[in-house]
């Protein structure tokens, strides 16, 4: 059953509005016939009260000559008054002196009360009055006044106040109808859109506004949160359609490098940001024989090297915490239990705010490269030592020529003939020469060995000792040799010595007539630190760029550019064991930049003490 | 030119196994009137040889300085260095390293083991400077 706050709204009004109006009316009515009757009684009283008077004073002559028939005529002249039931005159000693009573009255005279009184008793409102005759009182006057007239005037109110409540409401109820609307219409409009917006689910809908008031608001503010949820819910949309997308593509994407892993020769692997390793290939389970599950996580450990585990280990931590692309050389066990030599890279891949997403592997079998490798270098390291021993033991005899010759020339010179005299000068020139060219040899061998325990060289005071070193030529050459801040390299001071000194001293050598101008600068390249010797010498044609860099060569026979024409050599074969890079930007006559770069991290050298 | 006053003459013992730098070295001594008195060891175990002699032996030659090449046969300058400072009579001995090696190791070495060093020129006037070199050296030891 339906209680009152379940009917739609439009019958609540109907039903507050009738409900107000006719409590209002016959609150009204009720309210009306009171007072009314209120007023009525007290105008009775006061009416009585005159009449009684009138009465009385006319009554005193007929009790003065005591006639009674005189009073009651004039008693009787009362009867106009069609409520007034009795009136009656009584004498001082109470007896009824005369009287009138209505005809149809079944009552006697009231009882007479004090000698001036109005009092309402069952039978009506009575009226005393005393009859004064000289200041003497002669007799008493008493009304007595039937009620039916107020009873009458309460009806004729009752009938008034029902018909004015019965038109009263119709009229309301027509009223209402019409302003009901007001309110109601808009509620229901507000309700139709909700509805709608509940069923379909289309948040385009929108609520009519009808009125600027509270209605009007919650329209707007309903209308205001419609757009903002359909804004939301556009965007929600999109974006789960995108995510769909974004699903779809990592699923394809997955697909796509699980097979493009899967048929590759190089082992794969896959590890999360912290480093546990999630996946591996095929190969690398047709290569160890063991199963992914043994594999993964730490299980790496079982397949490498005893020796390699904790160098790789500590690579591959720091790779971790750095997030740089982690290299390593190591031996993985075959699944017939030899060990080959593996190159292992990995590389962190980022998400769009740079975080870590996963770390992807490779590892590629090195072993027939690296035993090549070491023999290489176990060859060189034997070519190097022999070249050193052989530089160094041809040092003796070739002095011996040198400086014997010139003592030859020195005591024995008036001995020879012209030509003896020249012949021997060959022979002193040409031993210093060989001399020369034997100690650049060395130079050359030793340019190629990188220093052991190398610590972080300041390259501004390495600079600073290579100029020093050619304080006589850049003073003869009245020189001006600048330079900006410098960095901090690892690389060993004498090899870098060497290169400041070899590049600034071409400078100072290959001249052009104005006095040499050098600067030298260095900025960051990547991750290394790029060098620049400038000079506004005489320039390179870019012709020989590439062969100037060439053990003995050298681009003038002029005896005025001195030297054997290794200086450059030696800077690219130091620059080239640091794992740095020489070049010349130049063109003639418009001064040369040689650059060279070194790593900013300190590479990973065999020594041999040289 | 004679000194005013010519100081008792000091053993110099000159470890070198190739003549004519030997006799260039005693040239620059002579020329530049050193109060030295040269003994010359051929190779490593000869200078090695004099050295403990000297040790053992009051009587036998003591050499004051040593000049000291180090691509010496046998025995290599740097041994003979090491054996001569662990040795209690001769660990402080003023030695110059002479040779042709110009190996920043050498240097390194030669410096390490409390020693001169002087690298062989190619010129005669270059070399004759080892007397001046040598002058200063005792100079410096509070030889002369």
């Known amino acids: 059953m339906l209680t009152f706050r ?33 007023l009525f009684r007290s105008y009775l009283k006061r009416d009585l009260s005159a009449l009684a008077r009138i009465a009385a004073d006319n009554s005193t002559a007929p009790l003065q000559f005591n006639d009674p028939r005189v009073a009651a005529d004039n008693l009787a002249a009362l009867r106009v008054r069609t409520h007034l039931v009795a009136a009656c005159i009584y004498r001082p000693d109470g007896t009824v002196f005369a009287r009138y009573l209505r005809p149809d009255s079944n009552s006697g005279c009231p009882s007479a009360g004090g000698p001036d009184e109005q009092r309402f008793s069952r039978e009506g409102l009575i009226v005393s009055r005393a009859i004064i005759l000289n200041g003497q009182r002669v007799g008493t006057l008493v009304l007595l006044y039937d009620l039916d007239e107020i009873a009458e005037r309460m009806k004729l109110y009752g009938i008034t106040v029902l018909g004015v409540l019965l038109v009263s409401t119709l009229i309301a109820l027509l009223l209402s109808t019409k302003l009901r609307a007001v309110i109601a219409t808009p509620i229901s409009h507000l309700v139709g859109a909700t509805t709608s917006v509940s069923e379909t689910g289309d948040y385009s809908v929108r609520a009519q506004r009808f009125s600027r008031d509270e209605l009007g608001v919650l329209v707007d503010r309903f209308n205001e949160m419609l757009a903002g949820i359909q804004s939301r819910d556009h965007n929600l949309r999109t974006a789960l359609h995108d995510r769909e997308e974004a699903l779809r593509d990592a699923e394809k994407a997955r697909e796509r490098f699980r097979f493009l892993a899967e048929s590759m020769p190089q082992k794969i692997f896959t590890a999360t940001p912290g480093g546990v390793v999630d996946y591996y290939n095929r190969q690398w389970t047709e290569y160890t024989g063991l199963t992914f599950a043994q594999m993964e996580g730490d299980g790496w450990k079982e397949y490498l090297h005893p020796e390699d585990v904790e160098p790789v280990f500590e690579v591959w931590t720091r790779s971790l915490a750095t997030g740089e692309p982690f290299h390593a050389q190591q031996r993985v066990r075959r699944a017939d239990g030899a060990y080959r030599w593996h190159l292992s890279r990995a590389l962190a891949m980022r998400d769009p705010q740079g975080r870590i997403s996963m770390w992807i592997g490779s590892n590629t079998d090195i072993h027939e490269q690296k035993e090549k490798e070491d023999e290489l270098r176990r060859a060189n390291e034997d070519l190097q030592q022999f070249a050193y021993s052989a530089s160094h033991d041809l040092q003796e005899p070739i002095r011996n020529v040198a400086v014997y010759s010139e003592i030859l020339a020195k005591r024995y010179s008036n001995l020879l003939d012209a030509d003896g005299r020249q012949f021997l000068g060959f022979l002193t020139e040409g031993g210093r020469r060989l001399a020369t060219l034997i100690d650049d040899l060395l130079a050359y061998t030793r340019a190629g060995v990188v220093e052991s325990n190398m610590t972080a060289v300041d390259s501004s005071a390495v600079l600073g000792h290579a100029i020093s070193s050619l304080a006589e030529a850049i003073r003869e050459n009245e020189a001006v040799v600048t330079c900006d801040a410098l960095p901090r390299v690892h690389m060993g001071e004498s090899h870098l010595q060497q290169v400041f000194q070899n590049l600034i001293g071409n400078a100072l050598k290959y001249r052009k007539e104005d006095p040499p101008r050098i600067h030298i600068s260095a900025d960051h390249q990547g991750a290394a630190w790029r060098f620049s010797v400038r000079d506004n010498g005489i320039g390179i044609d870019p012709h020989y760029k590439e062969k100037i860099f060439g053990v003995f060569k050298r681009l003038h026979r002029d005896q005025k550019y001195s030297g054997t024409g290794i200086g450059l050599a030696i800077c690219q074969r130091v620059v080239e064991r640091y794992g740095g890079r020489i070049w010349v930007e130049s063109s003639p006559g418009q001064g040369a930049t040689f650059f060279f770069t070194i790593p900013e991290h300190a590479p990973r050298v065999h020594s041999a003490a040289v | 030119m004679p000194r005013a006053s010519i100081p008792p003459p000091f053993n110099l013992l000159l470890a070198e196994d190739n003549l004519p730098d030997a006799l260039l070295v005693r040239e620059a001594i002579r ?37 000291l090449d180090i691509n010496l046969p046998r025995i290599d300058g740097f041994e003979v260095l090491r054996r001569i400072r662990a040795s209690e009579k001769f660990k402080n001995l003023p030695v110059i390293v002479v040779t042709s090696s110009d190996s920043p190791a050498d240097r390194r070495q030669a410096a390490a083991l409390g020693a001169r060093y002087f690298r062989k020129p190619v010129t005669y006037d270059e070399f004759i400077k080892i007397g001046a070199v040598l002058r200063q050296f005792l100079i410096d030891n509070g030889l002369i």
């Open chain 2, 31 to 67: 020329m530049e009137n050193l109060p030295l008195e040269v003994s010359i060891a051929p190779d490593g175990e000869r200078a090695i040889h004099l050295i403990m002699t000297a040790e053992k032996d009051p009587e036998a030659l003591c050499p004051h300085v040593l000049v």
């Open chain 1, 6 to 38: 379940d009917i739609p709204i439009k019958q609540k009004l109907m039903v507050i509005i009738m409900a107000t109006t006719t409590v209002a009316l016959v609150l009204a009515g009720v309210g009306i016939v009171a007072a009314d009757s209120l």
